[in-house]
């Protein structure tokens, strides 16, 4: 089975710190994501990665960023916390290259900023 | 990627059979239809996807309408633990980086 993890479950942080989200996937896949959930706003994109190194900004990168220098490793930036920025945080993998593109998330990250 | 249209909720016994419906009458020739579930506090689930014939795997069935435009996912035999928020997706098989957007789902509560 896939595991996806991340480093915390809840997480509160105040206002300018920088906090870093990390996510780790098991199953050798190419590709990660970091989405948000909000209530009444579903699942927005925030960044994804498809290789080591490499970045794409997801629908709403402003305030985040982004670093993948192992495969199995995704780690989510947040340079100065802000209260808008509380949240849950979800990370997900998959794997191109095969007939389907099923991601697999981990448990998430309920961060609060306060 | 194609609208869907799930109802806002349903319930059902434990033991029997959830028949979630999903539109989705703009799907186009190349897109897929994907489930996903997201129980309470925890990451979504991916749980099946077809694209157009009926797909079954151990976690639940997927019919197809012939025309494409609806679909249904069936649990066979519900338990409580299969409370959850179950999302109907509509999608290119496209490359690599493809991303989900999810909607509103529909909330199933299963009853003991």
């Known amino acids: 089975d896939v595991k996806v993890t991340q480093s915390s479950r809840y997480l509160v942080k105040r206002t300018g710190e920088k906090v870093f989200l990390e996510c780790v996937q098991d199953?050798?896949?190419?590709?990660m994501f970091w989405y948000r959930q909000d209530p009444g706003l579903g699942l927005r994109l925030i960044y994804f990665s498809y290789d080591v190194k490499m970045k794409e900004k997801g629908d709403i990168p402003e305030g985040y960023s982004v670093s993948r220098e192992k495969k199995e490793r995704f780690s989510l930036i947040l340079e100065s916390a802000s209260t808008n920025q509380t949240s849950m945080y979800l990370c997900a993998s998959s794997a191109p290259g095969r007939p389907t593109y099923e991601q697999y998330f981990g448990p998430g990250t309920r961060l609060t900023v306060t | 990627d194609a609208k869907t249209t799930q109802p806002p909720s349903m319930d059902c016994a434990e033991g029997r059979a959830a028949n979630l419906p999903c539109n989705h009458s703009?799907?186009?020739?190349?897109?897929?239809v994907y489930w996903y579930r997201q129980i309470h506090s925890q990451g979504p689930q991916y749980i099946i996807h077809g694209l157009k014939n009926n797909e079954t795997n151990e976690m639940a069935s997927l019919i197809i309408t012939e025309d494409r435009k609806s679909s249904t996912l069936i649990l066979p035999h519900a338990t409580l633990r299969d409370t959850a928020v179950y999302y109907c997706?509509?999608?290119?098989?496209?490359?690599?980086?493809?991303?989900?957007?999810f909607g509103k789902g529909i909330t199933l509560s299963v009853r003991p």
């Open positions: 997706i509509v999608r290119e098989r496209t490359g690599a980086n493809s991303k989900l957007t």
């Open positions: 199953m050798d896949h190419e590709n």
């Open positions: 703009t799907i186009s020739g190349n897109e897929y």
